[in-house]
């Protein structure tokens, strides 16, 4: 049982009984972490041209053609499963973006760069919130700290700290999303914060 959405497995039991109301609400009960998923991803200057509640809404509509063959087999978490429906629907918007501007880079095959707000959150998670508003100028320099040294991780390492937290995905999940075992999650997501605070030096321990 998933123990943050524990309604999803009582939902997937009756939508594979047939239970037709169970496969909307399945669907629905994940709407919003979709939400907050193309809002972490979707890169800023694509919001002329992209939709994201559209996006979402395609994803659900997807993946409410495809829950029978999900049903049948299960190959991944609910979760994980949805979210590769709205992840490939990401690369291919990014990816179209790319070849017509030239503008928006990445960082590896199929991994769309994360944006610059969402990178400035993940280093605001990671500095920690106890130092005082009077320090301002310490605070910020950390920050900065956090941003670059973030940027000398390896793509996977970095990717572990985003899915755990911006994305708050519980290790099973991130573990799924990555195809690796929670072992090995547990082991990047150490490996990461070390060398977060090997870059940062002293001031690492703000980012733990």
Excluded: C
């Amino acid at each position: 049982m998933d123990p943050h959405y524990p309604e999803t497995d009582q939902l997937l039991a009756r939508a594979g009984r047939g239970d037709a109301s169970a496969r909307g609400r399945l669907l629905e009960y994940h709407r919003g972490r979709l939400r907050g998923l193309v809002a972490l991803r979707l890169d800023p200057r694509l919001a002329a041209r992209v939709d994201p509640s559209d996006l979402v809404q395609d994803t659900l509509a997807e993946a409410h053609r495809r829950l029978d063959d999900y049903l049948r087999d299960q190959p991944l978490p609910f979760y994980p499963w949805l979210r590769q429906i709205a992840w490939q629907r990401l690369i291919k918007i990014h990816q179209h973006h790319h070849a017509r501007k030239r503008g928006v880079t990445r960082e590896g095959p199929g991994l769309p760069e994360l944006p610059a707000e969402s990178a400035w959150a993940l280093a605001d998670r990671l500095r920690g919130s106890g130092t005082s508003p009077s320090r301002h100028a310490q605070r910020e320099e950390l920050r900065l700290g956090v941003r670059r040294a973030l940027g000398q991780l390896g793509e996977r390492d970095r990717e572990v700290l985003v899915l755990r937290y911006l994305e708050q995905m519980p290790l099973a999940e991130i573990a799924a999303v990555l195809g690796i075992s929670e072992g090995a999650v547990k082991a990047r997501h150490a490996r990461a914060l070390l060398r977060l605070q090997a870059s940062l030096g002293d001031n690492g321990e703000d980012g733990r």
